[in-house]
């Protein structure tokens, strides 16, 4: 698939917000975070920020944004409609749970009720996201049990990188919310490195398992589908390489993982500005190998409709079977015709007949 930066800035950038949310209100409920006036300004700020941020640019990869409100009214059958309610749900309990914190420095009584709604609300959301990619057959990289645990675990990392900077910036240390970091960069790792397994063992969709006739031998195209590239090579037949996707993967592990989780480590131990710079580079960093990932989620999947062009036999390193065939068909030069002789007319040669007739009689 091709990566479209729209759809990864709102996965991004949502999965932040929503995760900032997710620890603020859990932090609160269980006497983690206190409810420092500023504290709450900055965190919630951040976090409705990024959320408002992220929602507003997956409506740039609409055809007709224009029509954006119509993905609401199908929520009974569609998990990106769901998605959609879900997060405008939650900004109410989210809205009237900052107010409290900041308002009246409070989160007790309604406001508690509004932190949990908050919670569960931004993580409902987060799991819509992941099910919109995970409920989809044709594409086998997105539709394994893993894939939305995988946004709800990169949803809370970043969201506990970032709000431990938040604390660690404003002079409240918490070795419970650095913990909880280190244990959320763990998790999410640990399940992404399982999903990149469980799909490189899954087995692949080919054009002979696909046709039923796989029997009787490899199943290849007699003529390309098209003449021309089209919508569906552009968007959905998307090469990467393996080496480039290999090199990628240990970007994400390098940015994404070791980098948070050695700063953050090192942090812990520190209690000046330059713990405030480590749990800056920390969530930078987390925030960057997100970003990378996201990009080879969509990059390294493969749409079925590719069997289509004989995807499958074409080697990753040489240009497809269908590239191949769009090029000889456009370099085949045809014969010229040749123009037919112009016939005359039925009644004129019937005319000339007659009169050369008359012409031997005489």
Known sequence: MKPAPSIIGFTTASGLGYGMLFVLAIGALLGLIPNERWLGVVGFFLALGSITGGLMASTFHLGHPERALLAFSQ?????????????????VPAIIFAAGWILFESQGGIFKLMAIAAAAGAALTVYCTGMIYASLP???????????PVYLAFAFMTGSLA????MTAFGIPSLAVGLLTLVSIVIAFGLKIAYWRMVEQSDRPTTENATGLGHLGIVRLLDPPHT??????????FQIGRKHARVLRMLVLASGLFLPLILTLIALTLQSWVAILLTLAAAVGGIVGVLIERWLFFAEAKHTVMLYYDEHHAPSSQP???????KETAEITLPPLERPRRRRPIQARTQNTVEASRSRSR
Do not use: C
């Open 320 to 326: 497809s079977i269908s590239e191949k065939t769009l």
């Open 228 to 237: 021309q590239t089209n919508y569906l090579l552009d968007e959905m037949g």
């Open 163 to 166: 709000i431990h900077f938040v």
């Open 138 to 148: 044709a594409i086998k990289a997105w539709y394994q049990p893993l894939t939305a």
């Open 75 to 91: 929520w009974r059958s569609s998990w990106l409609s769901r998605e959609g309610v879900a997060a405008v749900i939650t900004y």
